[in-house]
């Protein structure tokens, strides 16, 4: 079983920067794949950045692709989200989260661990 917890987050105004990190335990951190995850109010929950095992492969979302990026620190065992030039619409509870195939995780069925979620504001 893996635990995974959330800090960051907060409020920001439309352009500016943030940055969510979760930290894992329970499990060997590099036996997991991460992603994170956003939820908005009235919304499906989406996938936004995942990184493989490694950290050698990393993918994104269209709508973060060229302004989010995932990286994993192995030894920390610790998963960062850098969110640059944010939007109104980046808005949401973001959720670290894991899983256990060797593939990264790009969906919400193959997401076997979930973080509490930490909450997102971007102002206009």
């Known amino acids: 079983h893996v635990q995974l917890v959330e800090s960051g987050g907060g409020l920001v105004q439309a352009g500016g920067s943030l940055s969510v990190s979760c930290a894992a335990s329970?499990?060997?951190?590099?036996?997991?794949?991460m992603g994170w995850f956003r939820q908005a109010p009235g919304k499906e929950r989406e996938f936004v950045a995942g990184?493989?095992?490694?950290?050698?492969?990393?993918y994104y979302a269209d709508s973060v692709k060229g302004r989010f990026t995932i990286s994993r620190d192995n030894a920390k065992n610790t998963v960062y989200l850098q969110m640059n030039s944010l939007k109104p619409e980046d808005t949401a509870v973001y959720y670290c989260?894991?899983?256990?195939?060797?593939?990264?995780?790009?969906?919400?069925?193959?997401?076997?661990?979930w973080g509490q979620g930490t909450q997102v504001t971007v102002s206009s």
């Open positions: 989260a894991a899983g256990n195939q060797r593939l990264v995780p790009t969906t919400v069925s193959a997401i076997d661990y």
């Open positions: 329970g499990r060997t951190f590099i036996s997991v794949s």
């Open positions: 990184i493989s095992r490694s950290g050698d492969y990393r």
